[in-house]
T-cell receptor, first 114, second 112 residues
Framework: AQSVTQLDSQVPVFEEAPVELRCNYS??????LFWYVQYPNQGLQLLLK??????LVKGINGFEAEFNKSQTSFHLRKPSVHISDTAEYFC????????????FGQGTRLTINP | EAQVTQNPRYLITVTGKKLTVTCSQN?????MSWYRQDPGLGLRQIYY???????DKGDVPEGYKVSRKEKRNFPLILESPSPNQTSLYFC???????????FGPGTRLTVT
């Protein structure tokens, strides 16, 4: 079955420190990959996406992610976080040759401490 | 402004009382979907629709119904709500099921 795993349910970091949020998915066949962010009491908005081309994808708010086909991973990174980055982050995958749907990971709650 | 709207935003109801959560998008998207969000489980798809009059079950469809009579609207119906349907619900739309999805603000439902 197609699945998405976010390995960390919570990640606390200090302000201005780097952060990496991990995401792995179940299959190495062609995929589209997404990271969404959910700020407190809000809906989800897209941070970045990988459809094809360069494996390093840059998104909004200084975030970037790298697609690693052999590791079936799409980890999200930011070199220096701010208090305003406190939110829940969701990785999502769609399998091009599968059902037309997005499958979401369980989410990672990023908490930034001053 | 391109957006997905949901109503109501908050709803408290009792077991067995039928309710409908409306969803509307103004982006002419063909694909629409409903999700529920529960702590530790992420977002799980309830139902989706690839176009008008075309709907299909997602991962957790039990206890829910949907309809897609117009392209812009995709209501979620709970005919006999139960406490295990207490959750945060999101509607989303996109060009196709593979593309970036645009989310509504969410509906927080409590069933007592």
């Amino acid at each position: 079955a197609q699945s998405v795993t976010q390995l960390d349910s919570q990640v606390p970091v200090f302000e201005e420190a780097p952060v990496e949020l991990r995401c792995n998915y179940s299959s190495s066949v062609s995929v589209y990959l997404f990271w969404y962010v959910q700020y407190p009491n809000q809906g989800l908005q897209l941070l970045l996406k990988y459809l094809s081309g360069s494996t390093l994808v840059k998104g909004i708010n200084g975030f970037e992610a790298e697609f690693n086909k052999s590791q079936t991973s799409f980890h999200l990174r930011k070199p220096s976080v701010h208090i305003s980055d406190t939110a829940e982050y969701f990785c999502a995958v769609s399998w091009i040759q599968g059902a037309q749907k997005l499958v979401f990971g369980q989410g990672t709650r990023l908490t930034i401490n001053p | 402004e391109a957006q997905v709207t949901q109503n109501p935003r908050y709803l408290i109801t009792v077991t067995g009382k039928k309710l409908t959560v409306t969803c509307s998008q103004n982006m002419n998207h063909e694909y629409m979907s409903w999700y529920r969000q529960d702590p530790g489980l992420g977002l799980r798809q309830i139902y989706y629709s690839m176009n008008v009059e075309v709907t299909d079950k997602g991962d957790v469809p039990e206890g829910y119904k949907v309809s897609r009579k117009e392209k812009r609207n995709f209501p979620l119906i709970l005919e006999s709500p139960s406490p295990n349907q207490t959750s945060l619900y999101f509607c989303a739309s996109s060009r196709t099921g593979l593309d970036e999805q645009y989310f509504g603000p969410g509906t927080r439902l409590t069933v007592t």
